[in-house]
Nanobody, 122 residues
């Protein structure tokens, strides 16, 4: 079992930055793959970035690469999402996810956090 708790969301003006964190606890094997997703009302959850933690391989949504960066603390317990040059279209609920096998950007992860809201508005 894996427990995930996100934080760091908030309101920011366009062009600003936010850094989301996800503190993970529980079985380490079950979080070999960790990811960030986002979702807006009425839409499907979409993958933002993912990390194959044991190999250090990252995957990004092509439209976000260069503005968002996923990383993991050395202790393997905190997943980060650095978001720069934010745009109003980045407004969404952001979720942390973990899975023992699936490392891509499809929402097929076994474990999910409760989410943290990001709002980009002037």
């Amino acid at each position: 079992q894996v427990h995930l708790v996100e934080s760091g969301g908030g309101s920011v003006q366009p062009g600003g930055s936010l850094r989301l964190s996800c503190v993970a606890s529980g079985d380490t094997v079950s979080r070999d793959c960790m990811a960030w997703f986002r979702q807006t009302p009425g839409n499907e959850r979409e993958g933002v970035a993912s990390l194959y933690t044991t190999r250090g391989i990252t995957y990004y949504d092509d439209s976000l690469k260069g503005r968002f960066t996923i990383s993991l603390d050395n202790d393997g317990k905190t997943l980060w999402l650095q978001m720069d040059n934010l745009e109003p279209d980045d407004t969404a609920m952001y979720y942390c996810a973990a899975d023992p096998d699936h490392c891509g950007l499809r929402p097929q992860y076994k474990f999910w956090g409760q989410g943290t809201q990001v709002t980009v508005s002037s």
